[in-house]
């Protein structure tokens, strides 16, 4: 392999590694809230409806979202930021649709629900997993050196295209088939085995309960920032001066202190906004239900 190859292949790696640090919220987001599409369905059918989400997403990301963003990268660069503040809105929004699901609000529309069907099931996985996906390779171009010539931008966009949705689809795989694994346990012939497969079967409840609250927090975290630094950029400041503000007040507790602060505050700048657009949304199909 020449020098000049190796140069680029270094370089197309360090873009993506330092790039994908910067992704990691988003990433958590899509881990944590994919498995939510395959509970309920028969075991056999689990994996192959991850691996056809698999696909819809390397779909979204290689056809859609990295032409599409380097086009507007290079001939409208000014959309990207709008794009992003549309983005982490619409996550605000379906995170706190979840948070008032807690507290028994459903949003169902009018009529008999009819049962969904797995390709219904793998095409509402797929349009979240656009949105996200997006985030994640918006993020990651956004972080990319400016001086980064096109090919090596093309390169470094593809390997955090393939890196993420492997790492994310890899533990949804594993998630799903843990508890199937725990059954296998219990028909082991060791009683220690057993053991631990039955705990493993009872615990999987409480940690798909636990995703799906990881899931909606990472939602609202990764769409108030999205959205606060963005909108910096667009229209209005003033929500990142006041985050600004907040992290030089807590900056002498240490990096660690002041990033659970920033995390937090954005998490409920995103539950705030996301109440508003529910609000909106609720309001819109009351009036619709009354003209009908």
Known sequence: MS??????????LSAALKASAKTAGVVIDDAAVTPQYVQGL??????????????????NK??????????????????????????????????????????????????????????KLVFGAVR?????????MLIALSSLDTGLAFWPKVGALALIGLGMTALVYGAVALLVKVDDIGLQMMKNDSRRTRR???????AMPTVFRVISIVGTVAMLW???????????????????????AIEHAV??????VTWIVDTAVSAVFG??????????????????????
């Open 128 to 136: 979240t997993d656009l949105i996200l996906s997006t985030e994640i």
């Open 222 to 244: 990764v769409g108030g920032h999205l959205v606060i630094a963005n909108l910096a950029e667009t229209l209005w400041a003033g929500p990142e001066h006041l985050l600004q």
């Open 271 to 292: 539950l705030v906004l996301g109440m508003v657009v529910v609000g909106v949304v609720l309001g819109i199909g009351r009036l619709r239900g009354r003209t009908h």
């Open 42 to 59: 028969q075991p056999a059918r689990e994996l192959p409806v991850v691996g056809r989400i698999a696909l819809g997403s390397l779909f």
């Open 62 to 119: 290689f056809v859609i979202i990295i032409p599409l963003a380097l086009l507007l990268s290079a001939f409208a660069p000014w959309v990207l930021p709008w794009l992003l503040v549309i983005g982490g809105t619409y996550l605000c929004f379906e995170g706190a649709e979840k948070v008032t699901e807690w507290f028994g609000v459903h949003h169902e529309t009018t009529g008999d629900a009819q049962p969904t069907t797995e390709p």
């Open 196 to 202: 631990a497969g039955a705990r493993i079967v009872r």
């Open 251 to 256: 900056e002498a507790a240490g990096p660690v």
């Open 3 to 12: 020098v000049g190859l190796l140069a680029v292949v270094d370089d197309i």
